[in-house]
C-alpha cells in the first residue's frame, strides 16, 4: 500500500508515494512493490523494459541493475550470464542472447533481496538522485522534484533534446526557474511544455496522460503534493489518501 509520506527516505529506501505515482504510468497499478519481477518487450523500441521503475535492455539501465546484482551475489546468480548479451543489445531492441530463458531468469532474480537493492541502488544513482540535485539547484517544490523524477525516469539523464537535459534547457531558453527569480508555476509550465514536445516524438507516449496529471498538480498549486491526490492516467483513476 502507499503511505501518506512524499519524498521522504527510510533507511532501506524510499518512501512510497513516488513510486506510486509513477506506476500507475508504467504498470497501471499503485502496487510498485510488485514490479520489480515485471519484465516484457513494450514494443517502444527499447527492447525488454523490466523492474521497478521500467529499466531497459536498449538503453543501459538494465545493464547495470544486472551488474550491481552480480556484484551483490556473484555466486548462483541467475542473470549473470546474461551481462555479455544484455552489453551487446544496448542501445538497440534487440533480444539476441535473451529471450524467454532470460525472462524467466529475472522473475527468479526478482525473489532475492540483493535484485531488490540493486534495482533501488541503479534508480537512485542514475534517477533520484539527479532529480534532487536539479530541483535543489532551481530551486523547486516537492511537485517539482516528482516533475523533474518523472521526466528523468522516461527520457533518461543525458543532455541530448529528447533527453532530460535537453527538456530543461529548452525550458531555459524562455524561463527562470525560482533560483533565478522566476516564478515556479511559470517554470514548471514550460518545462512540461518542452517535455510535450518530446513526448510527442514517440509512439509510446503519444498519451500524454502524465503530463496532464501533473499539470492537474500544478493548477491545483499542491506544490507539497499533499494528500489527498487524484489524477487520472490512461483513461484509469487513481487516488491517493492519508493512512488512517
Known sequence: MCRSSFLSRSGSGYEDDIFCIVSSAENSS????????????ID?????????????????????VVKRYVALKPVNNPLQKYLPALEKVNGTPSHIGLGKKFVRAWKLAAKDNEMLMAQDSVLDAMY????????????????????????????GPGDDE?????????????????????????????????????MKKEAAHEDLSRIIAQQKFLSEKNFGMTLPLSWTMYGDKFELRKME
Not at 499503485?30 to 518487450?41: G, H, P, S
Not at 533520484?128 to 527520457?155: M, P, Q, R, W
Not at 535537453?166 to 517535455?195: C, M
Open 44 to 64: 517502444d523500441g527499447r527492447g525488454y523494459t523490466a523492474g521497478v521503475i521500467g529499466f531497459t535492455s536498449g538503453t543501459g539501465d538494465m545493464l547495470e
Open 128 to 155: 533520484y538522485n539527479t532529480a534532487l540535485y536539479y530541483a535543489e539547484k532551481d530551486g523547486i517544490s516537492t511537485l517539482g522534484t516528482f516533475v523533474y523524477y518523472d521526466a528523468l525516469v522516461v527520457h
Open 162 to 198: 529528447d533527453s532530460f537535459g535537453g527538456i530543461r534547457q529548452a525550458a531555459l531558453s524562455s524561463h527562470r526557474p525560482p533560483s533565478l527569480g522566476g516564478d515556479e508555476t511559470e517554470w514548471l509550465s514550460a518545462f512540461l511544455s518542452a517535455r510535450t514536445i518530446i
Open 30 to 41: 499503485l502496487d510498485f512493490k510488485a514490479q520489480y519481477a515485471f519484465i516484457k518487450d
